[in-house]
Each structure stands twice: as C-alpha cells, then as structure tokens.
C-alpha cells in the first residue's frame, strides 16, 4: 500500500519559517515528479512547487524566493523549507506524487501563519 505522510506544519509568526517533509512508502518515488499543493479554507487547491527526479525545482510565483523544495530519494523524502512566511500562506498543504498513472496525495499538514 502506498503511503504519503507530510509532517512538519504548525503555528508560525509572519516572517518566521517551516520546513515540510513527505515521505513516501510502498514504493519508490525516485523517478518521478513530486510536488506540494495547498488548500486554504473555502478555497480550491493550489500548486505551490514541484521537482523532478534530477532535483530541479518549479515554484508558483506566490513563493518563488521564499520557498524551496528538495528531495532525498534515498530516504524516499520530498522537502519544502517556507522561509518569510506570511498570513496568505495559512492552509493545508499537501504532498502529491504520480506513478505508473496513479496520484497519490498525502493526508495534509496543517500551516498557520498569524499576523
């Protein structure tokens, strides 16, 4: 059975910083995209970032330069470091993966950002 599980997410200043993790299990992930989603309250779910198996990462312009997203396949592991955090990033975000014709979504984590 795959599994995504994010961890990670939590209360936070305006400024301060968060770091995601999502590990994978059931298979591995190592030679496809990964990427992070997010959900505010009474909104759709949006892209936030994705990278590909070599490591190169693509950001929703809302985070480019604050956020970054990396990857450890050994550990079957995507990142996302939020740095300058702001009200507008509050929502549950999500880790996605696409294998074989299959998405797999994580279960969420919770990230506030209070003002």
């Known amino acids: 059975q795959v599994q995504l599980v994010e961890s990670g997410g939590g209360l936070v200043q305006t400024g301060g910083s968060l770091r995601l993790s999502c590990t994978a299990s059931?298979?591995?992930?190592?030679?496809?995209?990964m990427g992070w989603f997010r959900q505010a309250p009474g909104k759709e779910r949006d892209f936030v970032a994705t990278i590909s198996p070599n490591g190169s990462g693509y950001y929703a312009d809302s985070v480019k330069g604050r956020f970054t997203i990396s990857r450890d396949n050994a550990k079957n592991t995507v990142y996302l470091q939020m740095n300058s955090l702001k009200p507008e990033d509050t929502a549950v975000y999500y880790c996605r993966a696409t294998a074989s014709g299959t998405t797999y979504w994580g279960q969420g984590t919770q990230v506030t950002v209070s003002s």
């Open positions: 059931g298979r591995t992930f190592s030679s496809v995209a």
